[in-house]
Structures are given as C-alpha cells and as structure tokens.
C-alpha cells in the first residue's frame, strides 16, 4: 500500500506531544514530507524529531502547498483565527485536511467547514479528539444499551487552577485572544462535544461568564445549563481559576448513574451498589489519526460527522452571548 503523504502546517505544543506521537505509531500508513512554522526554530525542532532534510522545512505555508506536488493531505494546527483560512486555501488546493479544534471562531466560520468535503472534493476533518476518546465512547455505549434507564441530567465541573505561565498560556494567541471566548472557546469545544455525543443536540444554553485572571484572556469561566432536544439537562461547569478535585463526567438516569474516570466507569445503583465498567485504553490522538487515514484510504466513511464540530463552536457562542446579555439563548 502507498503510504500517505503530508505536511505539518503549525509546529507548536499540540504537535510536537500529542500528534507527533501518532505520527511515529502510523510511519507505515503515512510520510510526512514536510513541516512548515512562522518561527523556522520551532519547524526545525519537529524536522529533527522527524528525521527530515533542511529541504523540508518551511516557513510560509502557501509557498509550501504550491511547491510541493505529491501531497496528500495536511495537518493544521495553528491559532484559532488562522483555522478556518488556512483550511479552505488547502481544501480548495486538492489537498486533504485535518485541522485542529474548533472548527471556526465563529458560527459562519464553523458551518463554511461542513460542506469543505463535498465541495473540494477531498476528505476535511476538525481534529476533535475527544470524539475517539475510549471513556466517552464507553459512557455512550453504555447509555443506548439502556444499562441506566433514560438519561435525564449531566453534572460536569470541568475546574482547574493554570497558572500564568503556563506552558499553552505562554503562546501569545491564548493570552491575547483575538476570538471570542477565550479559553471557553479553545477548550469548551471538547466538553461540549462529549455532552452531546452521549445526551444529543444541545436546543439551549444559559450561562454566567467571566474573566477571573486577565492573563489569561477575554473569558477564563463558564458556568452554564444546557438543554438537549431529549429532554436531557446537563450543568456543565468550566473554569481556568478554580482549584477543584473533581472534574469526573457523572451521568444520571432513572435506574442508575454513571461515573466517568479516567480508569474507569463506576454505576451506581439506587442503593449505592457499584459496578466497574472497563474501556481499553487507548491515545484519542491516535484514533483519531486512524480514522482520518482509513477514510483517505477509502476503506470507510468519517466517523466524525462534519456538522459535529460546527455545532459544538455554536454551543459555545450561545454561552458567550448568554453570558453577555443575561438571557437563555435557544439554538436553531
């Protein structure tokens, strides 16, 4: 089998930990030819991990997909604002796309992207890993086999303390957000994303936002009610100031509640009996990346439908404008 040939455009932190490492694991599937960053050090430093030629590394994505004929396909992971810009010049240059999360930095942005496939004739992905992440994809599974009775409610405080100079608080671009919601945005999609995988289309949201530490952007808090079109309800809590020793995903039906760890699943009965679900564990990045080559290899459809992605950023921009204006915002 001819293996799949891609570029790297963006050679920050999600690269160089979570992709590369899939990268490596799948060097029979794919070659990467070429990587490419605005800062050739930080090109450089992902080339040597990749073993490639100075030849390989660019600085100006443009230049690069214009020169480089045998592409295959690409990996986007840049700002948040370059997301939905640099994904369609690559889609309408033939070229297959994987881009990292969310999908826009806006709604209009977001829905552009669902038709990015069918429109480019190539294959388009927003690289939303929590779609492949084991425990989420166990927690569903056991929901529609009716293990807890009818799902009726979700409770997710997704709280944690970073400091300033955090690591991914020190790429300029999260400090300094040109997108609204800041942290909520960059990070809310991911939750948000798991929430409606398991309880379905969010309908409403109502949220109080806020900005606790101004280092770290326009919006670092996020508590909100979310309304699921099956009558599903989830609290779902998300903070970058807030020390807390539980952010477990805990799902609550009629006969039973789940508790989603990173270990494990724990249900809990009426009486306060408890079963240990397992789930075989596994790098999401890597399903993800999976998935991705099996679909270029036309050996099956996304498993990721596109319109996901695009519907989780609308989710969270019901939150920003919630937050602002006081109201409970409905979802069309």
Known sequence: MNRIKIAIIGCGI?????????LKRLSDRLEVKAVCNRTRAKAEKIGKMLDLRPEAIWTEWKEMIKELKDLDAVLIALPITMNHPVSKACCEAGLSVICEKPAGMSNKEAEDTVNFSSRYDVTFMTAENYHFEPRFNKAAELI??????????????????????????????RAHN???????????????????MIAGPVTAVYARTASIEKDLGTMDLAFSLVEHKDDVVSSLN?????????????LYGEKASLI??????????????????????????????????????????PSLPS??????????????????????????
């Open 14 to 22: 999600i690269t160089e930990e979570a992709h590369l490492p899939a």
């Open 178 to 196: 040109e997108y609204p919601g800041g942290y909520v945005l960059d990070g809310g999609v991911h939750f948000v994303h798991v929430l409606q």
């Open 307 to 332: 319109q996901m992605p695009a519907d989780d950023v609308k989710v969270i921009m019901a939150m920003v404008e919630s937050g602002k204006t006081g109201e409970r915002i409905l979802i069309l």
């Open 260 to 301: 989603v760890k990173e270990d494990n699943i724990v249900e809990i009965d009426p009486q306060g009996k408890e079963k240990i679900h397992e789930f075989e564990k596994e790098s999401s990045f890597y399903l993800q990346w999976c998935d991705f080559l099996s679909v270029l290899e036309k050996e099956k459809t």
């Open 238 to 250: 998300m903070g970058w100031r807030s020390a807390n020793d539980d952010n477990f995903l805990k």
């Open 144 to 173: 529609n086999s009716g293990r807890i009775g009818k799902l009726h409610s979700i409770s997710w405080n997704l709280l944690n303390f970073m400091d300033k100079d955090n690591k991914f608080n020190k790429t300029q671009w």
